[in-house]
């Protein structure tokens, strides 16, 4: 199974934007998310894209967050603004739902500090 490759994490002030990209996203057949993990938490879905396009978001990040695909460059995108310091974690992508056994990728760390 292909791993996918995350990118665009780094340190921010609150308020600030980060945009993260997936690289190895499955084709558009499949819907994917952004999912993150904090320390000592379960890792949690906060947004989807399904292969028509539809979106959804966890009421955490509605209204800040938005995702979107490259069909043609099987990449996903989250846009994030506004950030908080209760969205620092380890961002990660895959297909939604998740298979069986899904693969995944190291994700990228995002940190929001003042």
């Known amino acids: 199974q292909v791993q996918p490759v995350e990118s665009g994490g780094g340190e921010v002030q609150p308020g600030g934007s980060l945009k993260l990209t997936c690289v190895g996203a499955?084709?558009?057949?499949?819907?994917m998310g952004w999912f993150r993990q904090a320390p000592g938490k379960q890792r949690e879905l906060v947004a989807s894209?399904?292969?028509?396009?539809?979106?959804l978001y966890s009421d955490s990040v509605k209204g800040r967050f938005t995702i979107s695909r490259d069909n043609t460059k099987k990449v996903l995108y989250l846009q994030m603004n506004s950030l908080k310091p209760e969205d620092t974690a380890v961002y990660y992508c895959?297909?939604?739902?998740?298979?069986?056994?899904?693969?995944w990728g190291q994700g990228t760390q995002v940190t929001v500090s003042s």
């Open positions: 894209i399904t292969n028509g396009g539809g979106t």
């Open positions: 499955k084709s558009s057949l499949y819907g």
């Open positions: 895959n297909t939604v739902p998740l298979t069986p056994d899904p693969s």
